[in-house]
């Protein structure tokens, strides 16, 4: 008998400590291996646990800037499919690339527990954009669809003043008119704009 029906031998039970992992992997993409230890308070027991039964795939981040290796890891489609099951997830956090999903992470975890525990993904933003006014749903779709207006990589709820914090994380890419389907987007939502260099 292969592996096929082999169900997860090392996951069997969700701590309070992988709700929390696991609800950060589907906002922000990839984390360091550091911040899953001091952030999250896993152990390298549990870490390994999770890339043994296929639910999170560890790799190798160079930092061009710095020359700094680390490790990094991000949900399998076995491990986002393991979230929608077990928590009922979905509108997982869509990658770019290692390099600015990090500085995504970084924003998220320099948030309080309450802060984060109110993120939004890029794909949560986009729903409530197009769901808010269903007259404007057509009109909206289309200004998405030629660019005009851009989702933002994720919103949280400041503790400090109580309003919706839009999150972009801005790399060389970046040319004025994807700034500015940017901030339309939050302008349209009706929520604050926060730029964050890549």
Known sequence: MGK?????????TLTTK???????????????????KDELDQSDNRIRNFCRDDYLDKCSYLNVHTHE???????TSAGRKFCEKQLGMS?????????????VSERYFALSLPERDTWQTEADLRNE??????????ELQQ????HKISSLDGSYVSEETGEV?????????????DIEAKV????????NFEQIKG
């Open 165 to 177: 914090v839009g999150v972009e994380v801005i790399t060389r890419g970046y040319d004025a008119a």
């Open 184 to 191: 339309e987007f939050a302008k349209v939502l009706d929520i």
């Open 4 to 12: 096929r029906g082999r169900k997860s031998s090392y996951i069997n």
């Open 129 to 138: 954009l197009l769901n808010r006014d269903p007259d404007r749903y057509d």
């Open 91 to 103: 509108n997982f956090y869509r990658s770019s690339s290692a390099e600015h999903d990090l500085s």
């Open 18 to 36: 992988d709700r929390r992992m696991l609800a950060a992997f589907r906002a922000v993409g990839y984390i360091k291996q550091s911040d899953l």
């Open 69 to 75: 290796t680390f490790a990094v890891y991000r949900l």
């Open 143 to 146: 200004a998405i669809t030629d």
